[in-house]
T-cell receptor
Framework: DAKTTQPPSMDCAEGRAANLPCNHS???????VYWYRQIHSQGPQYIIH???NNETNEMASLIITEDRKSSTLILPHATLRDTAVYYC????????????FGTGTKLQVIP | NAGVTQTPKFQVLKTGQSMTLQCAQD?????MSWYRQDPGMGLRLIHY???????DQGEVPNGYNVSRSTTEDFPLRLLSAAPSQTSVYFC??????????????FGQGTRLTVV
């Protein structure tokens, strides 16, 4: 599996866009990028995933660079409830697989 | 729709005791897994299952057993609890067998303390 690298922590002002980066320079062509978040020791929550095209849903946008070696999760208007640890995961589509999490980025949204 | 249900939410064990953490899902998911999370760390995979009767080890399987006799249930057994197993345990399930093309659903966790 491709390894991911995320900054340990970030701050964002409430109402502003939060941009969370993830490096996955060894990603393979068949590996997807997934984002999850964990709010205050609750179970992790799925946010979004993508292969090579940019993706958007009601929670966030995912921007994947053309070479796919990095990606950015964008929360367009961060609220205090978005304070959480955000995990970037790279996984192969299909087949038996282990899914591992790193240590993620602690996002603190500031009033 | 309950999703993924873990019981108990909290547990205190003495060293050497055994116990089973329960995980049940009502979404007919084939893929289920167990993670542990220690303070300041991410989630580490203990065991996973891609269907009834099929299990495999994750990153940190020692001291834990699993079985998958039904699609719905995936219990995690601590054989002889040790203080190093003090952690928060999360169970997760997802739809396609072995495929994480869709979102995974997590339970709310079991906070285990071994004294």
């Amino acid at each position: 599996d491709a390894k991911t690298t995320q900054p340990p922590s970030m701050d964002c002002a409430e109402g502003r866009a939060a941009n969370l980066p993830c490096n996955h320079s060894t990603i393979s062509g068949n590996e997807y990028v997934y984002w999850y978040r964990q709010i205050h020791s609750q179970g992790p929550q799925y946010i979004i995933h993508g292969l090579k095209n940019n993706e958007t849903n009601e929670m966030a946008s995912l921007i994947i660079t053309e070479d796919r070696k990095s990606s950015t999760l964008i929360l367009p208007h961060a609220t205090l409830r978005d304070t959480a640890v955000y995990y970037c995961i790279v996984r192969v589509y299909g087949g038996y697989q282990k899914v591992t999490f790193g240590t993620g980025t602690k996002l603190q949204v500031i009033p | 729709n309950a999703g993924v249900t873990q019981t108990p939410k909290f547990q205190v064990l003495k060293t050497g005791q055994s116990m089973t953490l329960q995980c049940a899902q009502d979404m007919n998911h084939e893929y289920m897994s167990w993670y542990r999370q220690d303070p300041g760390m991410g989630l580490r995979l203990i065991h996973y299952s891609v269907g009834a009767g099929i299990t495999d080890q994750g990153e940190v399987p020692n001291g834990y057993n699993v079985s998958r006799s039904t699609t719905e249930d995936f219990p995690l057994r601590l054989l002889s609890a040790a203080p190093s197993q003090t952690s928060v345990y999360f169970c997760a399930s997802t739809t396609d067998r072995g495929r994480w093309s869709t979102e995974a659903f997590f339970g709310q966790g079991t906070r285990l303390t071994v004294v």
